[in-house]
């Protein structure tokens, strides 16, 4: 979109069916090694430079709630670009500083005017409360006074997140003339939907000129003079967007402050293996750079760039992760997730009564509906896990008054389950969208080829897929716990009942005895999917899996098919459709894997969970600021080289970061018993590269303890090292 153009604002014509709503990939974002900072609904991918460039992948900008509010921005030095020292990130993920110097500068008559070296330029950035903020410090190291100039160039598209990632539109608003003062540019555009956004940049001090697109400054340093220039960057939507912002210093301290807060209530982790403290350390900053604090309490959006909003799956995912770190997530999403619960049948949002949210967008196109996720339901898996994670938060915190509050949800969850979950009434929970335009498979492996059959065939929905029934088990006996503990027995019975009656089936129609697993789901027909898939591992994980198959999965989830050394692989090698490079036909996630993990370890096979932790970090070593992406390709590992990475997988990734921190908890045995006031370490055991972890303010209610677990020979013993409070360890060996 060229600025300033006006463009038809009738209605956009209706999407064509099958629109796929996959992430275009035009660039790969491993070219750029972008860096990238989130706070809040606000989001920027930047070069290393700190340049949105002009030349770059689309994934480049200053987005705010679905809107690119800045889609160039560079920094010239004497009309050159400046050149690259070091770009890092802060190890909390607060400030993005790049460090810069000056080329060779040469003038009209190709003499040396500047030589390379002499000016070190610091660009300092940060996010807060719907802006960017920036701070150029310019340092003359030169024994000679020099002037140099600097141009800080910008543009804005006001772009829609689902345009910049490859949905083709054909109609748009209408941008504004710029509205330029004396130190600072507005810039504005009005969407179809009636809505304008803006985007205001202040510089200081004043430019020595400044137009609708570049600020030019002069600066005289004598030597060893520091001079800096503040740039702030407001992203402007609807009313209650509109604040004025701080000043740099004032604003940075905020920030950080509210981030320390936040992940002061995290257990925190050491162990023996540096590199392996490192990859915890940026899990954890990642995690809560992700979350955003919501009217419930804080929720974690799913990843930058593509999933920077509210996923129901991936959320209710990441609580499970984080639920023995900080159980104030999972507090923040389930109260979230019930705020927002459906209430009646909506069709073109996938809606029904009880049914928990799969997604949720701000930006032009989804208000118009030329996307459906304004506020989207379809997702088939959202619902039980709900269910699941409100059982699980009262196990692990005891908090009954939470239970009391989350019971009616539950209920109409568990009857969303019952009435429209199953729509053939055979026990099973089956998806199939309601429209055309929504998502034609709606569980985590949700590409339009994720489910078929064992010749390649695509599977003809309803689709009942494997681990939606594990998870479903999953919510009967939660909700059997919940209903206990507020004295609804015959609701407690009746749960049980369905969790075994669901057992039975599920192993006599979903096992495959010549598989070794089970299949991947059933189509509308009841034809099982015979592929070995990933998708197996959750039968473990919600404890679905009987004793005499759950060996078999194992032994096939850790075979040389579907084990890659990084992790176990989507779908096997050998598959019909079996693709390394694959979103989801052969591809490894983190957070697939350590829910398989946690499956293995409930399952006592503590050496394949530990294989799995160890194929994630040693991804992590290869990967730079050891950040675990969304995914990566399944390739088989091999000796003195990484991973293959995929090209638009988003980092960092909220269920990424947090999977090493639960496939250590199942290796660690890690449970909670807030009824006996017990920590327990059931049949710990240390990968290979750990020879000790020290959990420190890990806690029970209002108690807590630092735990230190060390490797003494074919054991782990565990030792007290701190308690506040009646708590007591309980090592089962």
Known sequence: MEAFATKAEEPPSPLEPETNYGVSARASLQEIRSRTLKHGDTFGVFDHNGDIALTASDAEGLFHRDTRHLSRLSLLVNGARPLLLSSTLRDDNTTLTCDLTNPDIFDDAEHLKLEHDLVHLRRSRFLWEGACYERLA?????????????????????????????????????????????????????????????????????????????????????????????LTIACLGTEQDRREPEHFFTAIRQARRSLRRSSS????????????????????????????????????YAGVPWFSTVFGRDALITAFETLWLDPEIAHGVL????????????????????????????????????????????????????????????????????????????????????????????????????????????????????????????????????????YVYGAWIAARTLAGVLGLDEQAEACDKKAAGLFERFNRDFFDDSLGTYVLALDGTKMPCRVVSSNAGHALWTGIASPDNARSVANTLMSRRAFSGWGVRTIAAGESRYNPMSYHNGSVWPHDNALIAAGLSRYGFKQEASRILEGLFAASAYIDLRRLPELFCGFSRLRSQGPTFYPVACMPQAWAAGAPLYALQACLGLRFDIGSGHILFDRPLLPRFLDTVKLRRLKLADREVDVALHRSRQTVVVEVERREGDLELVTIT
């Open 138 to 230: 310019v340092r003359n190291f030169s024994s000679d006074t020099v002037t140099i100039t600097i141009d800080l160039s910008f543009r804005t598209d006001f772009a829609d997140l689902f345009e910049v990632r490859g949905t083709r539109r054909t109609r748009w608003g209408r941008h504004h003339p710029p509205e330029v003062e004396k130190t600072s540019v507005s810039l504005s555009y009005t969407g179809l939907d009636g809505l304008t956004r803006r985007t205001h940049l202040t510089f200081s001090p004043q430019p020595e000129t400044l137009t609708s697109n570049t600020a030019h400054f002069v600066l005289d340093l004598k030597p060893g003079e520091t001079q800096s220039i503040f």
């Open 265 to 300: 209530r995290a257990a925190a982790i050491n162990t023996s293996n540096e590199v392996f403290n490192e990859s915890l350390r940026r899990s954890v900053s990642d995690l809560y750079m992700l979350v955003t604090d919501t009217p419930e309490g804080p929720y974690p």
């Open 335 to 470: 109260h979230h997730l019930a705020a927002n619960q459906a209430r009646d049948l909506d069709p073109a949002a996938d809606a029904e009564p009880g049914k928990i949210l799969h997604e949720v967008r701000y930006g032009e196109m989804a208000e118009l509906g030329e996307v459906p996720f304004r506020r989207y339901y379809g997702s088939v898996d959202s619902t039980p896990l709900f269910v699941m994670l409100a059982g699980a938060y009262f196990e692990r915190t005891g908090n009954t008054g939470a239970a009391r509050t989350l019971w009616p949800h539950v209920e109409a969850a568990l009857q969303w389950i019952e009435i429209y979950g199953d729509r053939d009434g055979d026990g099973y929970v089956e998806y199939g969208r309601k429209t055309e335009h929504g998502l034609a498979n709606q569980g985590w492996k949700d590409s339009h080829d994720s489910i078929f059959h064992s010749d390649g065939t695509l599977a003809a929905g309803p689709i009942a897929l494997c681990e939606v029934q594990a």
